[in-house]
């Protein structure tokens, strides 16, 4: 397969954890045969430094003439509540989203057997963990109005949902529980926000087509305590915006490091693979930022274009990484090596034929 994948690796840490993943993709293209060709280009704090534009036009036209977008982090600690909020560095990625027709950002969540001690939940709480958060990305308070006084007193955001909006994901939704253990559970706050009733009549007008999933509505603060009481409990978390953000930052908790979280965010057109950690400002240039989130962000690419095999390998190189403990300081604070080392080892992992390397 040939695909053309425009590389955002934006601040922070992105270019090293984006490398990293680039050097996954490349080894997956020599062994299956494929032809993957990269192109770089500026977004974020970087992109406003160089173009004054977080979102330069040269990037977007990019991002719409390709197959896929690899995507790394977005920020500036030193500027997020200093400047104006329409030209922060995040914005490249809120307004990219919205010029992909982004909706849907998928969050997988399974801690790996090898890290349950790194968690500060208890083992026997998180064992079996799998459940993916559908959050949806488009809409809610990210992109309704805000508006602030003249006086900088009185602030509001707006927090907007159209039922178009709401049906598009909630289908995703259900057939990913189709495809898993047959559940989605909708997190709201239905006792007090109308967009969370609206969300719980359409999702439940939907939930009559997939008879076969079981659909339950959990409030967001109940919710909130669940993902860290009985994780098990969970197969599909479908949510909007704000509360998606929130709940898998700290649905992370559970797998020991956001250092570990792919996702992808999907739409009407080209894909958007992404860590979901930040720009981790102190790490950068240190390598020492984990790169198993970007790498994985890599694997989710390839199943999007259905490469299952060649997602799996990905998946089976990270395992053996963590298993081999070529890890970074994040997951185990003894550990020798860094973004690089790890990155190599899966790309060199991936590359050898039949698993010779360790042996
Ligand atoms: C994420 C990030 C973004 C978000 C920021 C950088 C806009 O936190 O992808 O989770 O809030 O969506
Ligand atoms: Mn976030």
Not at 101 to 108: C, D, I, S, T
Not at 235 to 258: K, M, P, Q, R, Y
Request: aromatic letters at 8%; hydrophobic letters at 45%; charged letters at 20%.
């Amino acid at each position: 397969m040939n695909l053309k994948i425009a590389a955002l690796s934006g601040d922070g840490i992105g270019p090293e954890v984006v490398l990293q993943a680039k050097k996954a993709l490349s080894a997956i293209a020599v062994v299956f045969d494929h032809e993957f060709v990269f192109e770089d280009a500026l977004i974020g704090a970087i992109a406003i430094e160089k173009t004054g534009n977080p979102l330069p036009e040269q990037t977007l036209n990019l991002c719409l003439n390709t197959d896929a977008v690899l995507f790394g982090t977005v920020g500036d600690i030193s500027q997020d509540s200093a400047i104006d909020i329409k030209s922060s560095p995040i914005q490249g990625l809120l307004k990219l989203r919205q010029a992909l027709g982004l909706y849907a950002n998928v969050r997988p969540i399974k801690p790996y057997n090898d890290l349950l001690d790194l968690s500060p939940i208890k083992r026997k709480i998180i064992q079996g963990t799998d459940f993916v958060i559908f959050r949806e990305i488009s809409g809610g308070s990210y992109f309704s109005e805000k508006k602030i006084n003249e006086q900088g007193t009185i602030a509001s955001d707006l927090c907007e949902y159209t039922e178009n909006e709401i049906i598009r994901i909630t289908h995703l939704a259900f057939k990913a529980a189709q495809k898993r253990k047959n559940k989605v559970t909708l997190v709201d706050k239905a006792s007090i926000l109308e967009t969370s009733r609206l969300w719980r009549k359409v999702v439940k007008e939907i939930s009559a087509s997939y008879p076969e999933v079981t659909v339950e509505f959990l409030l967001v603060d109940y919710a909130a305590m669940q993902v860290i009481m009985n994780p098990n409990q969970f197969d599909v978390i479908l949510t909007e915006n704000l509360f998606g953000d929130i709940l898998s930052d700290e649905a992370s908790v559970i797998t020991g490091a956001i250092g570990l979280l792919p996702s992808a965010s999907i739409g009407n057109s080209t894909a958007l693979f992404e860590p979901i950690h930040g720009i981790f400002s102190e790490a950068k240039k240190k390598n020492i930022a984990n790169p198993i989130a970007s790498i994985l962000s890599a694997a989710m690419l390839l199943e999007h274009f259905g490469l299952h095999l060649e997602s799996e390998k990905v998946y089976e190189a990270v395992q053996k990484a963590i298993e081999l403990n070529v890890v970074t300081a994040d997951l185990n604070p003894y550990s020798k090596f860094g973004t690089n080392e790890v990155g190599d080892f899966i790309a060199n992992y991936i590359a050898s034929k039949d698993d010779l390397y360790f042996k």
